[in-house]
């Protein structure tokens, strides 16, 4: 699921943009009203998409705030303000905002910006997964975004255990649900960038974090047996530097 912190100095409004997301499904680690809260739940949370009011309480604003989640963060943010001034804009467009959302906005609007930030936050990291027309999945740093109509659900890397090639479409098992995509197994183990992951045959590849057992033409993640091919099943022992 989506982390998202909201900062926001107006409760009217942040209660209002908190129904919305969480209509989303997105889930929300926290709302700061001013540049000090919102620093003490970054000290304790790390969001993956803020949602930032350039109006704040207190001495500095939320321009301040990008400026020191740049620097010390690196989280990704979009502007969510009334101000739309040619200064205003301008000072914000210096700190590289993700998206800007000016108030007042409708949940389609929100999910628009939301979702054109994922895609921004692929496009700089370059782990896009690359099919032809196809929007169902981004890999962003250690995480998968899948689509799921009008929202992203985020699935840990690190929590796959196999993935299974079923023509055109990849069923994903994590160690607490099954996710199907469109994608082919070549372009996702690229994309993947991960010694952890290992092609066992043509139409599977498996976390070794969760190897239980090796056998000469098939592996056990956790309980799931998987068949491994020969080429494979060298390759694996040298990998694992069994003699």
């Given at each position: 699921?989506?982390?998202?912190?909201?900062?926001?100095?107006?409760l009217?409004i942040?209660?209002?943009?908190?129904?919305?997301?969480?209509?989303?499904?997105?889930?929300?680690?926290?709302?700061?009203?001013?540049?000090?809260?919102?620093?003490?739940?970054?000290?304790?949370?790390?969001?993956?998409?803020?949602?930032?009011?350039?109006?704040?309480?207190?001495?500095?604003?939320?321009?301040?705030?990008?400026?020191?989640?740049?620097?010390?963060?690196?989280?990704?943010?979009?502007?969510?303000?009334?101000?739309?001034?040619?200064?205003?804009?301008?000072?914000?467009?210096?700190?590289?905002?993700?998206?800007?959302?000016?108030?007042?906005?409708?949940?389609?609007?929100l999910?628009?910006?939301?979702?054109?930030?994922?895609?921004?936050?692929?496009?700089?990291?370059?782990?896009?997964?690359?099919?032809?027309?196809?929007?169902?999945?981004?890999?962003?740093?250690?995480?998968?975004?899948?689509?799921?109509?009008?929202?992203?659900?985020?699935?840990?890397?690190?929590?796959?255990l196999?993935?299974?090639?079923?023509?055109?479409?990849?069923?994903i098992?994590?160690?607490?649900?099954?996710?199907?995509?469109?994608a082919?197994?070549?372009?996702?183990?690229?994309?993947?960038?991960?010694?952890?992951?290992?092609?066992?045959?043509?139409s599977?590849?498996?976390?070794?974090?969760?190897?239980?057992?090796?056998?000469?033409?098939?592996?056990?993640?956790?309980?799931?047996?998987?068949?491994?091919?020969?080429?494979?099943?060298?390759?694996?022992?040298?990998?694992?530097?069994?003699?």
């Open positions: 699921m989506v982390k998202i912190l909201l900062i926001e100095d107006e009217i942040a209660e209002d943009v908190k129904r919305m997301l969480a209509k989303m499904g997105y889930h929300i680690i926290g709302t700061a009203m001013d540049y000090d809260e919102a620093l003490t739940i970054l000290e304790q949370e790390t969001p993956d998409l803020i949602l930032l009011d350039i109006n704040l309480n207190g001495k500095k604003d939320g321009i301040d705030l990008a400026n020191t989640i740049n620097a010390k963060y690196k989280i990704p943010f979009v502007y969510t303000t009334s101000y739309s001034d040619s200064a205003t804009l301008a000072r914000a467009k210096a700190t590289n905002p993700i998206n800007y959302l000016v108030k007042p906005f409708k949940e389609e609007q999910f628009t910006a939301i979702e054109l930030a994922l895609y921004k936050l692929a496009e700089t990291h370059e782990k896009t997964i690359n099919e032809p027309k196809n929007d169902e999945a981004l890999i962003i740093k250690d995480a998968l975004f899948i689509k799921d109509k009008f929202k992203y659900t985020k699935l840990n890397i690190n929590d796959i196999w993935i299974k090639s079923d023509g055109n479409y990849l069923e098992q994590t160690t607490n649900k099954e996710e199907l995509i469109r082919t197994l070549t372009n996702f183990i690229e994309k993947l960038n991960s010694d952890t992951f290992f092609k066992t045959h043509k599977y590849i498996v976390n070794l974090d969760y190897l239980t057992k090796l056998e000469t033409h098939s592996v056990t993640i956790v309980d799931k047996q998987v068949p491994i091919s020969k080429n494979y099943y060298e390759e694996l022992l040298k990998k694992l530097n069994i003699v």
